[in-house]
């Protein structure tokens, strides 16, 4: 009963043995997932050498052994013999990984280290490499005697990036946040987090936020934020329509020619616009006429002034600044009169715009009115009202 149990067993699991390769086919190419890393991250490396599949009903492994070793180094930190795994039965390929420690360092400015370096492991998934942040990793592997195989790969610091996800956001918008950055992801088995300050033209001292990475070795992170039209508060963030927003994050971390000690804050911003469109953000009516007492008019004489009327209504719940234009075209579309008024409406208000006009000729007559934001701009903040007036 005991020799049939553990008969069974042997064939179930795997079994870890290096064998003499086959020198005549010297060739065990090693890739790994990434050609460049950061200073944290994990390395996953693979190693394409069928000749040491010594057993095909077996899981073989490669490396561990002194007199063929995989060595995995940076800089004065290396591991070695560190052992390679098959992916499975016959496979051929064999595969391990290591993450990078970095060095002591501090990485958000609070004058603490954020880091634990550290060197240790034997393979094929605990290995820990301490690395600088311009460094390089080196594998080579001793695929036969005297036959040494080696790939190396480069280790850096990336400029950090921010990034609203829009460039205009409606007040009643959730705002998305994103930074990139690869030398944030300093445990790359876990989701990271970074702060980011955020703030307005309305509230300049803003909020902070908190930032997650999206993955486990994204290195990009992604906060949303609410706007208020009262207070900043938790993630909500005080702002009006016309703000500017700005979202500030500081990079330790930066690449050549920057030193370790540099930093810099990286800034982005975007705007907050209404919830309504431009162009319904003011009502208008019909044009109507009447002389210079207010009485209505109902047909014009050449040589006699009337006063054109024109209601506007404020849609948004807050102050805006228009101008309304008169232009009048004779028959032959030419201007022939042009005029503005310039004011502000209070939130729902109710204006009435008045402009005289004394037609010199008889004849057919345009009236085109606009209202817009401001000369500057030329928004239209209402479609155009065009009237006909056939003046006697």
């Known amino acids: 009963m005991y020799e049939f149990v553990l008969g ?33 991250d994990k390395i996953i490396i693979s190693v394409n050498a ?11 492994s490669i490396g561990e052994s ?23 039965s016959s496979s051929g390929i064999f595969s391990g990984e290591i993450i990078l420690t970095g060095f ?10 954020d880091t634990n370096p550290k060197t240790s492991g034997d393979g094929p998934t605990n290995g820990f490499l301490e690395v600088e942040n311009n460094d390089s990793i080196s594998i080579s592997f001793e695929f036969a005697d005297g036959v040494v195989l080696t790939e190396s790969v480069p280790i850096t610091w990336n400029m950090g990036v921010v990034q609203f996800t829009q460039d205009i956001f409606l007040i009643n918008d959730s705002v998305e946040l994103r930074v990139i950055d690869h030398d944030m992801n300093l ?16 509230d300049s001292g803003g909020i902070q936020v908190i930032a997650t990475e999206t993955s486990e070795r994204s290195g990009d992170f992604i906060a949303s934020i609410a706007l208020s039209t009262s207070t900043s508060s938790g993630n909500r963030l005080y702002a009006i329509p016309g703000d500017s927003i700005f979202a500030k ?7 050549k020619p920057y030193s370790k000690s540099d930093e810099k804050s990286i800034q982005t911003s975007a705007i907050i616009d209404h919830s309504i469109p431009a162009i319904n953000r003011i009502q208008t009516t019909p ?25 506007i209504e404020n849609q948004i719940i807050f102050d805006q600044e228009f101008i309304y234009f008169f232009q009048i075209k004779n028959s032959a579309n030419s201007v022939i009169s042009l005029s503005w008024i310039q004011g502000k409406l209070s939130p729902n208000q109710i204006l009435d715009i008045s402009q005289s006009w004394i037609p010199t000729k008889s004849g057919n007559y345009i009236l085109e009115t606009y209202v817009w934001n401001s000369l500057n701009d030329l928004i239209p903040l209402s479609p155009p009202i065009s009237t006909l007036i056939i003046v006697d």
Do not use: C
């Open 8 to 40: 069974f067993f042997l064939i179930l699991a795997p079994v870890y043995a290096e064998s003499v390769p086959d020198y005549e086919k010297p060739f065990a190419p090693i890739f790994t997932d990434k050609p460049v890393y950061s200073w944290t």
């Open 50 to 60: 069928p000749s040491w599949n010594s057993n095909s009903n077996q899981v073989n």
């Open 66 to 88: 002194n007199s063929h070793p995989i060595k995995i180094s940076s800089g004065e930190n290396f591991l070695k013999p560190y052992r390679l795994t098959e992916t499975s």
């Open 104 to 113: 002591l360092h501090d990485v958000d400015g609070d004058g603490n280290f």
């Open 187 to 202: 445990n790359p088995e876990t989701l990271d987090t970074i702060a980011v300050d955020v703030f307005s033209d309305s």
């Open 249 to 255: 994050y500081d990079d330790h971390t930066l690449p």
């Open 287 to 311: 044009i109507s006429f009447s002389d210079s007492f207010g009485n209505p008019l109902t047909s014009y004489i050449s040589e006699s002034q009337m006063q054109i009327v024109g209601t």
